[in-house]
Structures are given as structure tokens and as C-alpha cells.
């Protein structure tokens, strides 16, 4: 499986980003699928993430209220919407795939390259 995360960039404090991430090489529309993100200096830290028919998701304490994480399995497609964004949420984001429909006590096996949110103050 190939993960490529794209819709990263620079954006004001307040302001919103969508980040997608398009699976290749197989489908992975019956595996769950998540979000990490690693800003300067930190470990990487998780997210959000769906289960493999969006039935069931999870979002950190951080963004709760803020993204939404979301699928398209006809696409092969994963996405998270970033609202009233902060400083603090500038790191490299990537998206993942788990190989089981399922994420809870589940760590990713397939990992995409990642892409820049920066936000300003």
C-alpha cells in the first residue's frame, strides 16, 4: 500500500485546511486509516482515525471539536478537515493505514510521507 497526503500548507491562526490521502497499490477500503502529525523537536502523536467504513472515529482531545477526519472507500481516499486552526497545530501530518477494520489497540502498518501544515499567529 502507497499513502500520499497532500493539502498541506501555510494558513492563519483561525483558518481551515482539508489534508487527503490517496491509497494505492491496493484498496484499503477494509482497513482503518489514521492521522499523526510530528511537530519540531516532538515525537509523533496521534491524531485521528476511522474505522474502515467510517462507522466509528476517534480524534485526540487536541483537535477534538476542531477536525474531522472522513473516507471516500470509492476513491480510495482519506481525509481530514482542519478548522480554527493554531500555531500549535503546525507539524508534518501523515496519514496511515492499519491492516485491520478496526483501529482500536492497533498500531499502522503503512505509512504516507507526509505533508507541511503551518499556521501562523
Known amino acids: 500500500v502507497q499513502l500520499q497526503a497532500s493539502g498541506g500548507g501555510l494558513v492563519q491562526a483561525g483558518g481551515s485546511l482539508k489534508l487527503s490521502c490517496a491509497a494505492s497499490g491496493r484498496t484499503v477500503s477494509t482497513y482503518a486509516m489514521g492521522w499523526f502529525r510530528q511537530a519540531p523537536g516532538k515525537e509523533r502523536e496521534f491524531v485521528a482515525a476511522?474505522?474502515?467504513?467510517?462507522?466509528?472515529?476517534s480524534h485526540a482531545d487536541s483537535v477534538k471539536g476542531r477536525f474531522t477526519i472522513s473516507r471516500d472507500n470509492a476513491k480510495n481516499t482519506v481525509y481530514l478537515e482542519m478548522n480554527s486552526l493554531k500555531p500549535e497545530d503546525t507539524a508534518i501530518y501523515y496519514c496511515?493505514?492499519?491492516?485491520?477494520?478496526?483501529?482500536?489497540?492497533?498500531?499502522?502498518?503503512?505509512w504516507g510521507q507526509g505533508t507541511q501544515v503551518t499556521v501562523s499567529s
Open positions: 496511515a493505514s492499519y491492516i485491520s477494520t478496526n483501529y482500536y489497540r492497533q498500531s499502522p502498518k503503512y
Open positions: 476511522i474505522n474502515w467504513n467510517g462507522g466509528i472515529t
